[in-house]
């Protein structure tokens, strides 16, 4: 951490929604950014984060949901409109609640104007805003590279006889941030935004923001990549060296950061960056040399890591060893690419996880519903709806399920849209007892243990900034930690094993059980320690 007192993206707790799934407002099985005004006092009062990260709301054809964005500055009349906007971000800082945006600037759709001009001539002023290059000799694309999303990514342009660049879908044209005017483009919608009052980004696919110049093919690969899911074998038949993580990244990305230091006068703001870059050293690295790149680096290892007390331990201290002095932690166990945390981990290790989670050094991001413990929703194929899964044929690829409504209640449509009305996904299978309603009646429900973490959280200095210190005395199976601030002081005590196990640290002895993930337990420890149930984890306030 900096100097003085932690900033709000520190301390706080960021909520990712995703638009489409949250709440629908106007009847059409679709989400919007109403719902989400609708659900501010949930978001606020009921569950208590600090920020909310909004997934695109961009005018878009849809081809990847949003994320192929067709005109940076407005709002797709699916989810409203820039007036429902403002009015979200005043209803938010009225609450005292942040709002980040998504922000995609590694390729827009094939239907922004930019690209439809790009694509009409090899002469059009804005032909080089984009990634063109000619066919080898063979008529085969200019690389070898595989897209995350399988296949090739050259799409042949036959009006101008070009290929062009796109790192996801052939909609998904890829910008040319070395053309400067790309880049002066790019960095006005971030004022945009932040003229509106957006307290930060998340900022897409940062890792590949930038491509080889020379355009050269990628060298073969054997084994499984280290991502955290897989993009199929083509995509891991070989090193993307060319197109992904290239030191030309970080001089944008200091771009951008510097139009967010603009603002920071009139309040801080945030950039978080999402990069599947799994060597910690590598990713460090996009902290920038003087802490003047991202805030928040995404740090997606705990999707990725095997999930057991040794393994989850030696990669929070991998994580803690990387980041440069003065570099804050952030943490995420889901997200909207991911197969939700229950269906991962199951139900009792979700738990442990959202303890994990809410008790580390970092800012935690939860996904909506999680705090619910949602599981993957069965989407037949005949629903299958993203473009990933379509393309690669094959339902394993599809991100549907992880996507599927917030569930409100136990109606029908989950109090997601009006009855009657079909959501753009089917409900998780469990819904109609893994919902808020019937959450809020539980005191043991993983709603109620997340809010008790959250509330914990914010009244504790050790839990919100204060140091980390891993314990080395503990059973196998078991990860422990302890989190202080001056006299503030806490023990994190997690079982990643079926069995009970009893643990006699020294300072448990004056300690008392601040929350189980039972939520059936609190008291003093005696002289005897504590028992820790399988599965269950323990903050435990230390004298
Ligand atoms: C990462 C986003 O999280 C994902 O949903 C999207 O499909 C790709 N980037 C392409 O924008």
Redesign the pocket.
Known sequence: MGHGEPHWWQTGVVYQVYPRSFQDSNGDGVGDLRGVIQRLDYLHETLGIDAIWLSPFYPSPMA?FG?DVADYTDVDPLFGDLATFDELVSAAHARGMQIIIDY?PN?CSDQHPWFVESRSSRTNPKRDWFIWADARPDGSPPTNWIGPFGGSTWTWDETTGQYYLHI?LTE?PDLNWRNPEVQDAMLDVLRFWLERGVDGFRI??LHNLMKDLELRDNPPHEGTLATHRTHGEAFDSQQHIYEFDLDDNHEPIRAMRAVLDEYEAISPRVAIG?LHIFDLQRWARYYGDALDELQLPFNFGLLNTPWNATAVRALVDAIEAAIPLGGWPNYVIG???EPRIVSRIGAAQARTAMMLLLTLRGTPTLYYGDELGMRDAIVPAERMQDPWGIRMGDAQFSRDPARAPMAWDDSTTGGFCADGVEPWLPLAPDHATTNVAAQSADPHSMLNLTRALLQLRRSSPALKSGAYHPADDVPEGVYAYRRSAGDDRYLILLSFIDQPVTLHLPDLHDAEIALSTSMDREGRVGAGGVELRGHEGLVVRLG
């Open positions: 990847d994320y995609v390729h996801f998904q897409d696919a999402e997200n909207h690419d």
